[in-house]
Nanobody
Framework: VQLVESGGGLVQPGGSLILSCAAS????????MGWYRQAPGKERELVAI???????NYGDSVKGRFTISRVDPLNTVSLRMNNLRPEDTAVYYCNARGYDSNWKTFDSWGQGTQVTVSS
């Protein structure tokens, strides 16, 4: 399963960005799709995740500012980021877990997209 991210870039503090991630391959079902981020010198952390039952979870630092949504027919997950702060600067990675068409589990990562929040 391959994941391709898009939508990163440079934005001023208080601005907004939308990240998108498209999954392709022999996918039977998803258990979860989500976004993680890694800033320089820091560990990768959860940003937001959506599960197969429709539930969502967010990292504490982004609650109320970021919204994750999934479009199942298109195997796409997006992350709308509002009121961005300099501390949101990081490489954002898409992650997807589930079963492929051979009933094998997969846990795939995208290549990452840079988000920089700076004036």
């Amino acid at each position: 399963v391959q994941l391709v991210e898009s939508g990163g870039g440079l934005v001023q503090p208080g601005g907004s960005l939308i990240l998108s991630c498209a999954a392709s391959g022999s996918i039977f079902s998803f258990n979860a799709m989500g976004w993680y981020r890694q800033a320089p010198g820091k560990e990768r952390e959860l940003v937001a995740i959506t599960s197969s039952d429709g539930s969502t979870n967010y990292g504490d630092s982004v609650k109320g500012r970021f919204t994750i949504s999934r479009v199942d027919p298109l195997n796409t997950v997006s992350l709308r980021m509002n009121n961005l702060r300099p501390e949101d600067t990081a490489v954002y990675y898409c992650n997807a877990r589930g079963y492929d068409s051979n009933w094998k589990t997969f846990d795939s990562w995208g290549q990452g997209t840079q988000v920089t929040v700076s004036s």
